[in-house]
């Protein structure tokens, strides 16, 4: 009897601390983590005497995926299907590098708006570096306005190959005045509470353009998620990036790194082991059935390497081999000199891309 009493007491005991354990670690993930609201004003600056747009003048765009700065010569954990690439960073040697050539192409093409992707802020794999801060000095004072949103920040992330602070941003870089930065948070991507809770925050980062005779020009920009296999990630997404156009009033455009393939054919084209990161019929098909973009569907089916984008860092891989970034532009807006810098050695695992848009 007396020992039933005693059992009796002990399980409410013990479940009472195992309840506040994992209260206290969810606290504890949460502090670590990063919360954005679905909407939310992006981090802008952009001094008052920052010429605006005209109506009719062309406006040159590039959009980049960066990787961080991190440069050639690397096969990081996530970049093969396995997850067991040999490196966890770049050296401090690599990034200035890739910090020098990654400014002569700006220099050399000369936009007038950049949309760049995986830019580093207070890293621990970049040595916890303002890349923004970076490459702004660098150009000195080329881009007075910009923009920036998070979509992948935390004080520590868990994972055995990071163990530390991350910090990775959408950035947008104009010569010319922005009016509103705003981030969209796009759908999180499927799996467990604990890895989402620290995954990406996947996102939309759109700026405005005043425009001087005209209505504005809505500049967006995103990076979606890779890695979805087994889930509506991709669908979801690209789903509410459609939403997200359809509502935009007057003139838009997007650039960025969408990780989806463009048409079957492109997919058909890939060799069986690469095909494992994609599905048959690709989920980027809303966008490219609703919009002009570039590369375009006739364009990727030619399977012509002019139109490749990425450039694997698997070296089971070792060539560029697919389309995976687009522009996508509002019904009617002129788009001309279009195109793809392949430049070799490569600097990013992506190439940048060029368009020049007629503002309306």
């Known amino acids: 009897m007396r020992l039933h009493s005693r059992r009796a007491r002990w399980w409410p005991r013990a479940l009472l601390g195992l309840l506040l354990l994992a209260g206290a670690l969810a606290a504890l993930v949460y502090a670590l983590t990063d919360h954005p609201k679905p909407v939310q004003a992006a981090a802008l600056t952009c001094p008052a ?20 700065l991190a440069g050639r010569g690397y096969v990081f954990f996530y970049d093969t299907l396995a997850g067991d690439g040999p ?5 401090p ?11 002569a192409v700006i220099r050399q093409e000369n936009p007038d708006l950049l949309l760049l992707q995986e830019v580093d802020q207070d890293s621990k794999r970049t040595d ?27 004080a520590f992330v868990p994972h055995p190959k990071i163990m530390g602070k991350v910090g990775l941003s959408l950035v947008t870089l104009s010569r010319y005045r922005l009016e509103r930065a705003t981030r969209h948070a796009l759908p999180r ?3 467990d509470p604990l890895t989402v809770a620290f995954n990406f925050r996947r996102a939309v980062l759109g700026v405005t353009l005043p425009v001087r005779g ?17 889930c509506d990630t991709m669908q979801k997404q690209v789903a509410a990036i459609g939403e997200l156009l359809r509502a935009t009033p007057g003139p838009w455009l997007m650039g960025g790194d969408f990780n989806l393939l463009g048409t079957a054919g492109a997919y058909t084209r890939l060799r069986e082991r690469e ?60 788009h001309t000199a279009e195109r793809i810098r392949q430049d070799r050695p490569k600097i990013s695992d992506h190439f940048a891309m060029l368009t020049t848009v007629r503002v309306p």
Not at 49 to 66: I, M
Not at 93 to 103: F, G, I, K, N
Not at 317 to 333: A, E, H, K, Q
């Open 49 to 68: 005497a920052t010429p605006t747009l005209n109506a009719g003048q062309p406006l040159k765009v590039l959009s980049w995926n960066v990787q961080y």
């Open 87 to 91: 490196h966890t960073r770049p050296t």
């Open 93 to 103: 040697e690599s990034l200035a590098r890739t910090l020098d050539e990654v400014v």
């Open 128 to 154: 916890y570096a303002d890349q923004l801060a970076q490459l702004q000095a660098r150009l000195g004072g080329a881009y007075p306005c910009a923009a920036s949103a998070y979509y992948h920040r935390a």
């Open 189 to 191: 991507i499927c799996g």
């Open 214 to 230: 005209g209505a504005p020009l809505t500049a967006y920009q995103t990076h979606m998620d890779a890695f979805a296999q087994g």
């Open 275 to 334: 095909r494992a990161y994609f599905n048959p019929e690709t989920e980027l098909k809303p966008l490219m059935d609703a919009y002009d973009a570039f590369p375009n569907e006739a364009q990727i089916d030619t399977g012509e390497a002019r139109y490749f984008t990425h450039f694997p860092n698997d070296p089971a891989v070792g060539r560029p081999d697919r389309t995976i970034d687009y522009f996508f532009y509002s019904p009617g807006l002129a």
